[in-house]
């Protein structure tokens, strides 16, 4: 199973994304557990999870949020600015398994 957490300003927006993500993950048999939160409960959240996917509004401070996604053993991904729209769950789903994916070729 793959831990995701989707990280945005409130965690308003990552919320809905996280149902979204589920539901495609549901329809394709993809064991995944997605959740959301804000940034200001990352730090408390960031060791149980493998994949940070950060919400495109968030771009100035990916840096910084890839550095604790890194240095607590998960892989990180900017979400594109459309990730919000229509489809944007199977985009975000298959972002997931290709860092999944890149991160297992590389060990």
């Known amino acids: 199973m793959h831990r995701v957490l989707i990280v945005c300003g409130a965690g308003a927006s990552s919320t809905f994304l996280a149902h979204r993500i589920r539901a495609?993950?549901?329809?394709?048999?993809?064991?995944?557990?997605?959740?959301?939160?804000?940034?200001?409960?990352?730090?408390?959240?960031?060791?149980a999870i493998?994949?940070?996917l950060v919400g495109p509004h968030l771009?100035?401070?990916f840096d910084e949020l890839s550095h604790l996604a890194d240095a607590a053993g998960a892989v990180s991904a900017l979400l594109p600015d459309t990730i919000f729209g229509s489809g944007g769950e199977e985009i975000a789903l298959d972002l997931v398994l290709n860092r999944v994916a890149d991160t297992a070729s590389s060990s």
């Open 59 to 61: 771009a100035t401070r």
């Open 50 to 52: 493998d994949v940070l």
């Open 24 to 47: 495609a993950a549901r329809r394709r048999d993809i064991d995944v557990s997605v959740s959301a939160s804000s940034t200001a409960g990352l730090a408390e959240r960031i060791g």
